[in-house]
């Protein structure tokens, strides 16, 4: 069986032998670097992590109220990304099919949300402009509107500071 020497170039950021950090000893055999590889792919699946999975989705939640006759306020709790963003959409969807096209989405009570979340968002407004409805968004956290700064959200639906001010600009709007 061939040895394989995994001693290789340490880089000055990491002294430690690539053998080392898999677990493995300067002279792995093949089988062995493929097994550490796959052990290492399974302990770090993001399924398993903290931060990934189901582990964070059981304090996420998406609740609609109504406001008037024609707007929906849909708050979002929780994660906003690549795990809870299928769930958002097809809320969104059946509040579309169902004929709600004035949609004010808080996010007030977001704990992290990344460009994916903003792509559901932009497609949901698009879906709006379709059927001459509109989406607005409010009550952003900092590192949110950061993030809706850094991408030029701000360009695709109007943002505001609170769930009042952007009722406000609904019914003003429509007079």
Same mark, same amino acid.
């Given at each position: 069986?061939?040895?394989?020497?995994?001693? &290789?170039?340490?880089?000055?950021?990491?002294?430690?032998?690539?053998?080392?950090?898999?677990?493995?000893?300067?002279?792995?055999?093949?089988?062995?670097?493929?097994?550490?590889?796959?052990?290492?792919?399974?302990?770090?699946?993001?399924?398993?992590?903290?931060?990934? &999975?189901?582990?964070?989705?059981?304090?996420? !939640?998406?609740?609609?109220?109504?406001?008037?006759?024609?707007?929906?306020?849909?708050? $979002?709790?929780?994660?906003?990304?690549?795990?809870?963003?299928?769930?958002?959409?097809?809320?969104?969807?059946?509040?579309?099919?169902?004929?709600?096209?004035?949609?004010?989405?808080?996010?007030?009570? $977001?704990?992290?949300?990344? $460009?994916?979340?903003?792509?559901?968002?932009? !497609?949901?407004? &698009?879906?709006?402009?379709?059927?001459?409805?509109?989406?607005?968004?409010?009550?952003?956290?900092?590192?949110?509107?950061?993030?809706?700064?850094? $991408? &030029?959200?701000?360009?695709?639906?109007?943002?505001?500071?609170?769930?009042?001010?952007?009722?406000?600009?609904?019914?003003?709007?429509?007079?």
């Amino acid at each position: 069986m061939r040895k394989f020497n995994l001693r &290789g170039n340490c880089s000055l950021r990491s002294p430690t032998p690539r053998g080392l950090r898999l677990g493995l000893d300067e002279c792995a055999t093949l089988v062995e670097i493929k097994n550490a590889f796959h052990n290492m792919g399974k302990e770090y699946h993001p399924d398993k992590l903290v931060y990934g &999975g189901e582990k964070m989705m059981k304090d996420f !939640s998406v609740q609609v109220r109504q406001y008037n006759n024609d707007t929906k306020i849909v708050d $979002i709790f929780g994660n906003f990304d690549c795990y809870t963003a299928h769930m958002i959409r097809q809320e969104f969807q059946k509040l579309v099919q169902e004929g709600n096209y004035k949609l004010l989405v808080n996010l007030m009570h $977001i704990k992290f949300m990344n $460009i994916k979340a903003i792509r559901v968002l932009v !497609s949901v407004a &698009g879906e709006l402009f379709k059927h001459k409805g509109k989406m607005k968004v409010c009550s952003l956290p900092e590192r949110v509107e950061r993030l809706f700064n850094l $991408i &030029g959200a701000k360009k695709v639906f109007p943002v505001y500071k609170n769930e009042k001010e952007a009722l406000k600009h609904f019914i003003r709007r429509e007079g």
